[in-house]
């Protein structure tokens, strides 16, 4: 996961197509629209794959989003004070993320895993 040295061979080409799919422009209109539904105190991510998936890593934006969703009072997802820093408790804050999208209507099958984001 976070130790991996530079691809070579099929792995290479691999990532090569994974990166050329990469939408610059969607990315900034998710920006946009997660900024605009949660406010500004989400922050903004560094430009970039690598910056978008930094800035939803930790699972606390991602829950922001959902929690903006619903009325005060029954929000879905508890986010902790202090960002989680330990993988293990990140990837716990997006697992619930999932739960609560799902139970918000999203299909399963549209959603990502939460390893995605550590990968």
Do not use: H
């Not at 560094?46 to 978008?52: A, D, I, K, Q």
């Not at 989003?65 to 004070?81: A, C, R, T």
């Amino acid at each position: 996961m976070a130790n991996k040295g530079p691809a070579y061979g099929m792995s290479r080409d691999v990532q090569s197509k994974i990166e050329k799919k990469y939408d610059d422009e969607l990315e900034d209109r998710l920006v946009e629209w997660i900024v605009a539904q949660c406010g500004s105190a989400v922050g903004r991510p560094e430009r970039g794959r690598l910056g978008f998936q930094v800035w939803l890593k930790n699972g606390i934006v991602l829950s922001r989003l959902v929690n903006s969703l619903y009325p005060d009072g029954s929000k879905p997802v508890k986010i902790p004070d202090t960002p989680p820093t330990m993988v293990f408790k990140q990837m716990e804050q997006i697992a619930q993320f999932l739960k609560a999208a799902e139970d918000y209507g999203v299909v399963k099958t549209d959603v990502f895993q939460t390893v995605d984001l550590f990968e």
